[in-house]
C-alpha cells in the first residue's frame, strides 16, 4: 500500500469519523441487529482504509462509504445462514436502493431526536432506553412492569409513534439539510 | 398508505426477530409485505433508523463493539505513542453548530475510529509512531452512563426448595445470589435466606407465599420467618393480613396461615400495628412486643396463643442446615468429578484449586487422556500460569476458584494437537460485564482452526472458530468467521450468581450450541463459506485475551469481571444430555 499524505490521511479521517453514526444507521437498517451492525461496521471500515487510494476529497464521501458498506452488507448476508436474518438478499438489495434514496431525511432525523425525546415522560423513556439502548427483551420489559409482552409492544409502539411525529414537525419546520 | 395492522406486523416481526422468538408464519409474511410495497419499505427502514439514533442517543455513541475493538489501539496508544493528533486537527472540522453532547458523541466516534483506524496500522507494522491520538483527548470526552438494576432483597442461600417462583416465573434453582425485584415469592417446601437491602436478613420456609414490596417491606401470606434486623435496617417491615410486625432493632418470628398468625420477639422490641397504619410511630392501636413474648392473631382479635410450641427455623440452624447441605453437593460433586475426569473425551480439566507451594500454576487434570490425543505432550505442560487473578471461594463449598477483576488478570495456557469438535465448559461467576468483550476462553493469534468464547457487553454469550485458509497467509480477504451470539442470557441482576456455561462447536454437524445451567440456550449452523473441520487451541487465556502483536505491550481489554470454578475442554461434541449432567452434578445448591 502506497503511503498517502498526511493532509489526505487527515481529511479521509475527518470524513471516515464524520460519517461513522450515518454508516452505521444504513448498516444498522439492513441488518437489523446491533452487534452485527458494529461488526458490518469496522469491516467496511478497514475496506475503506484499505482504499485510501481511491478517496478523492473533493468527492462526496458519504456516497462512496455507502457503496463499500452495502457491498459489506450484501457479503455479510451471504455468509449468514438463511435461518439467521430477518430479512433475505432480494429485499436487502430493494431496501439498500430505497435507503440510499432517503438517505438525508435519516440524517435531519437524528438531529432533533434528543429534543422529542426530551420531551416524553420520564417513564417512556425509560422504556425505550431499556428497550433500544440495554436491548432488554420484552419479556424481560414486561416481567419488569408486571405487564404483558403484547401490552409493552404496544406501549413502545405508541411512544415511537409520537416519537417519530415529533421528529418529522421539527424537520418540517427546519427544512431538510441536504 | 399501510394500516396500523400492516405496520404492527413489520414492528413485531423486527422485535420478535431480535429477541430470536419470529415464528416462519409470521416472518414468511412481514418479507412479501415488504418485498411488495415500497411504503411498507419506508417504513421498516425508517422504524430501523429511528432504533440506530435511539441507540446512540443514550450515551452519544455506540459504546458496545465499536469501542471494543479498537480498545487494543486505544490503549496502545495510550501507552505512550507519541501524540501528534490527527483526530484533533479532523475534530475542530466537525459541526460547530452541533450541540455540546452531540459533539461529545462526535469527538468520541473520531477518537474511537482514528484509534481503530490507526490501530489497525499499527498492527500490519506500516504506520509505527508517526500518528497517535492524545490520551487526554479520549479521557475527557467519554460520557457517563449510569446501569440501573431493580432490587430489593438478594436470595443469600436455598436449602431443600426444589423450585421458587417469583411472579409467573420459576427461578433457577442456582439463582443463589440473584437480586430479587418486588414481586410476589412462592415456594411449597424447604428453606431460603433473603437479605433485603435494607440490612434485614430473614429466613422464610415454606411453603411460603409473600409479597416482596420494597427493601424494608414485605407482605405475607403464608409462612414461617424468622427475621434478624440490626440497628441499621430499624423500621423494617413485615404486614399480615391484619396488621403490620414493625421491627424496632431486634430478632423476631411470625407463622402466617392467611389471616392467622403467631407474632413471637426473640430480642428486642416489635411493634404491632393496625393495617394501614405503617409508620414506626407508636401510634395508639400499636401493641409493642418485647423478647420472649409472643401473641396469637386470629382474624382481628389478638390473643395469648395456645400451649403448641412453634419450632421456627434461626439463622444459626439455617446456615448449619445448608453446611450440611452444600457439603453433601460437595461430596456427590467429588464423586462426581472422578466420573468426569476417566470421561476419555475430556481434553484438559483444571479444578482452580491451586496448591500452597506452587500457588501461581493451575494445575490441568484430566484423567487419563489417550496417547494419541495428547500427540506426545505431557498433561503438566498443560499447566495454567496465573497471571494477576486471585484465589476465592468456589460455588461448592471449602473449594477454591479464581477472580478475574484487573486488565492484566488472566490465566495463561497452552494446549497442543489438533482436533475436531470441542466443548468448552465452565462454572462461571459474573460480576459485570464492564467490558465490550469479555472473555471466557480465547486463543492468542485466533488462526486456523482457533476458537473464541466471550460475552458481549449486551449480555449475549459469544462464540466462534476462525476458519483455515489451507496454508495460504492470512490477508484479511479470506473466509472470515462464522459469529454465534446467542440470546442475551444475562443482566445486571443476576450479578454475583453462579452459573454454568458451556459451548459445542459440532465438526460433523457445522453447528455451534450455546448452554446456560445445562440447558440449551441456541443452536447455530455453520453456513458453508464458514466452515471448519480442523480445531486447535495453542496459546491461549482464560478470562482474559492475549492480543497477537509486537510488541506485546499493547492489548485489547477484555478481562472478565468474575470468577471462574473449574474449566474443562473436551474434544468431542457432549450432547444436550451430557451438558444437563455436568450441570447437575456440579451445581452449588
Same mark, same amino acid.
Given at each position: 500500500?502506497?503511503?498517502?499524505?498526511?493532509?489526505?490521511?487527515?481529511?479521509?479521517?475527518?470524513?471516515?469519523?464524520?460519517?461513522?453514526?450515518?454508516?452505521?444507521?444504513?448498516?444498522?437498517?439492513?441488518?437489523?441487529?446491533?452487534?452485527?451492525?458494529?461488526?458490518?461496521?469496522?469491516?467496511?471500515?478497514?475496506?475503506?482504509?484499505?482504499?485510501?487510494?481511491?478517496?478523492?476529497?473533493?468527492?462526496?464521501?458519504?456516497?462512496?462509504?455507502?457503496?463499500?458498506?452495502?457491498?459489506?452488507?450484501?457479503?455479510?448476508?451471504?455468509?449468514?445462514?438463511?435461518?439467521?436474518?430477518?430479512?433475505?438478499?432480494?429485499?436487502?438489495?430493494?431496501?439498500?436502493?430505497?435507503?440510499?434514496?432517503?438517505?438525508?431525511?435519516?440524517?435531519?432525523?437524528?438531529?432533533?431526536?434528543?429534543?422529542?425525546?426530551?420531551?416524553?415522560?420520564?417513564?417512556?423513556?425509560?422504556?425505550?432506553?431499556?428497550?433500544?439502548?440495554?436491548?432488554?427483551?420484552?419479556?424481560?420489559?414486561?416481567?419488569?412492569?408486571?405487564?404483558?409482552?403484547?401490552?409493552?409492544?404496544?406501549?413502545?409502539?405508541?411512544?415511537?409513534?409520537?416519537?417519530?411525529?415529533?421528529?418529522?414537525?421539527?424537520?418540517?419546520?427546519?427544512?431538510?439539510?441536504? | 398508505?399501510?394500516?396500523?395492522?400492516?405496520?404492527?406486523?413489520?414492528?413485531?416481526?423486527?422485535?420478535?426477530?431480535?429477541?430470536?422468538?419470529?415464528?416462519?408464519?409470521?416472518?414468511?409474511?412481514?418479507?412479501?409485505?415488504?418485498?411488495?410495497?415500497?411504503?411498507?419499505?419506508?417504513?421498516?427502514?425508517?422504524?430501523?433508523?429511528?432504533?440506530?439514533?435511539?441507540?446512540?442517543?443514550?450515551?452519544?455513541?455506540?459504546?458496545?463493539?465499536?469501542?471494543?475493538?479498537?480498545?487494543?489501539?486505544?490503549?496502545?496508544?495510550?501507552?505512550?505513542?507519541?501524540?501528534?493528533?490527527?483526530?484533533?486537527?479532523?475534530?475542530?472540522?466537525?459541526?460547530?453548530?452541533?450541540?455540546?453532547?452531540?459533539?461529545?458523541?462526535?469527538?468520541?466516534?473520531?477518537?474511537?475510529?482514528?484509534?481503530?483506524?490507526?490501530?489497525?496500522?499499527?498492527?500490519?507494522?506500516?504506520?509505527?509512531?508517526?500518528?497517535?491520538?492524545?490520551?487526554?483527548?479520549?479521557?475527557?470526552?467519554?460520557?457517563?452512563?449510569?446501569?440501573?438494576?431493580?432490587?430489593?432483597?438478594?436470595?443469600?442461600?436455598?436449602?431443600?426448595?426444589?423450585?421458587?417462583?417469583?411472579?409467573?416465573?420459576?427461578?433457577?434453582?442456582?439463582?443463589?445470589?440473584?437480586?430479587?425485584?418486588?414481586?410476589?415469592?412462592?415456594?411449597?417446601?424447604?428453606?431460603?435466606?433473603?437479605?433485603?437491602?435494607?440490612?434485614?436478613?430473614?429466613?422464610?420456609?415454606?411453603?411460603?407465599?409473600?409479597?416482596?414490596?420494597?427493601?424494608?417491606?414485605?407482605?405475607?401470606?403464608?409462612?414461617?420467618?424468622?427475621?434478624?434486623?440490626?440497628?441499621?435496617?430499624?423500621?423494617?417491615?413485615?404486614?399480615?393480613?391484619?396488621?403490620?410486625?414493625?421491627?424496632?432493632?431486634?430478632?423476631?418470628?411470625?407463622?402466617?396461615?392467611?389471616?392467622?398468625?403467631?407474632?413471637?420477639?426473640?430480642?428486642?422490641?416489635?411493634?404491632?400495628?393496625?393495617?394501614?397504619?405503617?409508620?414506626?410511630?407508636?401510634?395508639?392501636?400499636?401493641?409493642?412486643?418485647?423478647?420472649?413474648?409472643?401473641?396469637?392473631?386470629?382474624?382481628?382479635?389478638?390473643?395469648?396463643?395456645?400451649?403448641?410450641?412453634?419450632?421456627?427455623?434461626?439463622?444459626?440452624?439455617?446456615?448449619?442446615? *445448608?453446611?450440611?447441605?452444600?457439603?453433601?453437593?460437595? &461430596?456427590?460433586? %467429588?464423586? =462426581?468429578?472422578? $466420573?468426569?475426569? +476417566?470421561?476419555? #473425551?475430556?481434553?484438559?480439566?483444571?479444578?482452580?484449586?491451586?496448591?500452597?507451594?506452587?500457588?501461581?500454576?493451575?494445575?490441568?487434570?484430566?484423567?487419563?487422556?489417550?496417547?494419541?490425543?495428547?500427540?506426545?505432550?505431557?498433561?503438566?505442560?498443560?499447566?495454567?500460569?496465573?497471571?494477576?487473578?486471585?484465589?476465592?471461594?468456589?460455588?461448592?463449598?471449602?473449594?477454591?476458584?479464581?477472580?478475574?477483576?484487573?486488565?492484566?488478570?488472566?490465566? *495463561?495456557?497452552?494446549?497442543?494437537?489438533?482436533?475436531? &469438535?470441542?466443548? %468448552?465448559? =465452565?462454572?462461571? $461467576?459474573?460480576? +459485570?460485564?464492564? #467490558?465490550?468483550?469479555?472473555?471466557?476462553?480465547?486463543?492468542?493469534?485466533?488462526?486456523?482452526?482457533?476458537?473464541?468464547?466471550?460475552?458481549?457487553?449486551?449480555?449475549?454469550?459469544?462464540?466462534?472458530?476462525?476458519?483455515?485458509?489451507?496454508?495460504?497467509?492470512?490477508?484479511?480477504?479470506?473466509?472470515?468467521?462464522?459469529?454465534?451470539?446467542?440470546?442475551?442470557?444475562?443482566?445486571?441482576?443476576?450479578?454475583?450468581?453462579?452459573?454454568?456455561?458451556?459451548?459445542?462447536?459440532?465438526?460433523?454437524?457445522?453447528?455451534?450450541?450455546?448452554?446456560?445451567?445445562?440447558?440449551?440456550? +441456541?443452536?447455530?449452523?455453520?453456513?458453508?463459506?464458514?466452515?471448519?473441520?480442523?480445531?486447535?487451541?495453542?496459546?491461549?487465556?482464560?478470562?482474559?485475551?492475549?492480543?497477537?502483536?509486537?510488541?506485546?505491550?499493547?492489548?485489547?481489554?477484555?478481562?472478565?469481571?468474575?470468577?471462574?470454578?473449574?474449566?474443562?475442554?473436551?474434544?468431542?461434541?457432549?450432547?444436550?444430555?451430557?451438558?444437563?449432567?455436568?450441570?447437575?452434578?456440579?451445581?452449588?445448591?
Amino acid at each position: 500500500m502506497a503511503k498517502p499524505s498526511d493532509s489526505r490521511t487527515e481529511a479521509f479521517v475527518t470524513d471516515l469519523a464524520k460519517s461513522q453514526n450515518r454508516l452505521y444507521a444504513y448498516i444498522y437498517s439492513l441488518v437489523a441487529d446491533h452487534s452485527r451492525a458494529s461488526d458490518v461496521l469496522q469491516e467496511t471500515n478497514l475496506v475503506l482504509w484499505r482504499k485510501i487510494d481511491d478517496f478523492d476529497p473533493q468527492r462526496p464521501f458519504l456516497a462512496w462509504a455507502t457503496g463499500i458498506a452495502r457491498f459489506q452488507v450484501m457479503a455479510h448476508f451471504r455468509d449468514m445462514g438463511r435461518d439467521q436474518l430477518l430479512v433475505d438478499e432480494e429485499l436487502a438489495s430493494q431496501l439498500a436502493e430505497d435507503a440510499e434514496a432517503n438517505a438525508c431525511v435519516a440524517l435531519d432525523g437524528q438531529q432533533h431526536l434528543k429534543q422529542c425525546l426530551g420531551e416524553l415522560h420520564s417513564s417512556q423513556r425509560k422504556l425505550i432506553e431499556d428497550r433500544y439502548f440495554h436491548s432488554h427483551s420484552i419479556t424481560h420489559l414486561a416481567n419488569q412492569q408486571e405487564r404483558t409482552e403484547g401490552a409493552v409492544r404496544l406501549m413502545l409502539f405508541r411512544i415511537r409513534k409520537s416519537l417519530a411525529e415529533c421528529i418529522r414537525r421539527a424537520v418540517s419546520v427546519e427544512g431538510g439539510s441536504c | 398508505m399501510l394500516t396500523q395492522e400492516q405496520e404492527l406486523l413489520i414492528v413485531e416481526a423486527i422485535e420478535l426477530w431480535q429477541d430470536g422468538k419470529l415464528e416462519t408464519e409470521h416472518h414468511e409474511a412481514f418479507l412479501t409485505l415488504l418485498k411488495g410495497s415500497s411504503e411498507a419499505r419506508k417504513f421498516y427502514l425508517e422504524y430501523l433508523s429511528l432504533n440506530a439514533d435511539l441507540h446512540h442517543s443514550f450515551d452519544g455513541v455506540d459504546g458496545s463493539e465499536l469501542v471494543a475493538d479498537s480498545s487494543f489501539a486505544t490503549e496502545s496508544l495510550r501507552q505512550g505513542t507519541p501524540s501528534r493528533s490527527i483526530t484533533s486537527s479532523a475534530l475542530r472540522e466537525v459541526e460547530p453548530k452541533a450541540s455540546r453532547r452531540y459533539h461529545a458523541a462526535l469527538t468520541l466516534a473520531a477518537a474511537v475510529l482514528a484509534a481503530s483506524v490507526i490501530g489497525f496500522v499499527v498492527r500490519l507494522g506500516q504506520l509505527s509512531d508517526e500518528r497517535g491520538l492524545a490520551a487526554n483527548e479520549l479521557a475527557g470526552s467519554e460520557s457517563i452512563k449510569e446501569e440501573t438494576v431493580r432490587g430489593v432483597a438478594l436470595l443469600s442461600s436455598v436449602v431443600d426448595v426444589p423450585s421458587i417462583r417469583l411472579d409467573e416465573r420459576t427461578l433457577s434453582v442456582a439463582s443463589t445470589g440473584s437480586l430479587l425485584p418486588p414481586g410476589r415469592l412462592t415456594f411449597d417446601s424447604g428453606a431460603i435466606q433473603l437479605e433485603f437491602l435494607s440490612g434485614a436478613s430473614v429466613v422464610i420456609e415454606g411453603p411460603a407465599d409473600l409479597d416482596l414490596n420494597s427493601m424494608d417491606l414485605a407482605r405475607l401470606r403464608t409462612g414461617k420467618v424468622r427475621a434478624q434486623v440490626p440497628p441499621a435496617a430499624r423500621g423494617f417491615r413485615i404486614e399480615l393480613e391484619e396488621l403490620t410486625v414493625v421491627d424496632l432493632g431486634t430478632e423476631f418470628a411470625i407463622d402466617a396461615r392467611g389471616s392467622d398468625a403467631l407474632v413471637e420477639v426473640f430480642d428486642g422490641l416489635v411493634e404491632l400495628h393496625e393495617p394501614g397504619k405503617k409508620d414506626t410511630d407508636t401510634s395508639v392501636s400499636a401493641t409493642q412486643l418485647s423478647a420472649g413474648q409472643r401473641v396469637a392473631i386470629r382474624g382481628n382479635s389478638q390473643g395469648a396463643p395456645g400451649a403448641s410450641e412453634v419450632e421456627f427455623v434461626d439463622l444459626e440452624s439455617f446456615a448449619d442446615l *445448608r453446611r450440611e447441605r452444600r457439603q453433601e453437593r460437595l &461430596s456427590s460433586w %467429588l464423586t =462426581a468429578r472422578e $466420573r468426569w475426569l +476417566s470421561d476419555e #473425551r475430556l481434553l484438559a480439566y483444571y479444578s482452580m484449586n491451586l496448591s500452597a507451594d506452587r500457588p501461581r500454576t493451575l494445575p490441568a487434570e484430566a484423567g487419563s487422556p489417550s496417547a494419541d490425543l495428547l500427540e506426545g505432550w505431557s498433561l503438566s505442560e498443560w499447566n495454567g500460569a496465573i497471571v494477576g487473578a486471585s484465589a476465592s471461594p468456589g460455588r461448592l463449598l471449602g473449594e477454591s476458584a479464581l477472580e478475574f477483576r484487573h486488565p492484566a488478570d488472566r490465566v *495463561r495456557l497452552r494446549i497442543g494437537g489438533r482436533y475436531g &469438535s470441542l466443548t %468448552l465448559a =465452565a462454572w462461571v $461467576r459474573i460480576d +459485570s460485564l464492564d #467490558r465490550a468483550y469479555n472473555s471466557l476462553f480465547l486463543t492468542d493469534h485466533y488462526d486456523d482452526g482457533e476458537p473464541h468464547w466471550q460475552i458481549l457487553a449486551n449480555g449475549r454469550l459469544y462464540f466462534s472458530v476462525m476458519p483455515q485458509l489451507g496454508g495460504k497467509p492470512r490477508t484479511g480477504t479470506g473466509p472470515s468467521d462464522f459469529k454465534a451470539r446467542s440470546p442475551v442470557f444475562w443482566n445486571p441482576s443476576m450479578s454475583g450468581r453462579w452459573m454454568h456455561l458451556a459451548v459445542v462447536f459440532n465438526a460433523d454437524a457445522q453447528t455451534i450450541t450455546h448452554y446456560v445451567d445445562g440447558k440449551e440456550l +441456541s443452536r447455530h449452523d455453520i453456513p458453508e463459506v464458514h466452515r471448519v473441520t480442523t480445531t486447535s487451541i495453542g496459546a491461549a487465556t482464560l478470562g482474559n485475551w492475549s492480543v497477537p502483536t509486537r510488541p506485546e505491550d499493547f492489548f485489547a481489554i477484555r478481562n472478565l469481571n468474575g470468577v471462574i470454578d473449574e474449566f474443562a475442554i473436551f474434544a468431542s461434541a457432549l450432547s444436550n444430555t451430557d451438558i444437563d449432567q455436568l450441570y447437575l452434578d456440579g451445581k452449588p445448591d
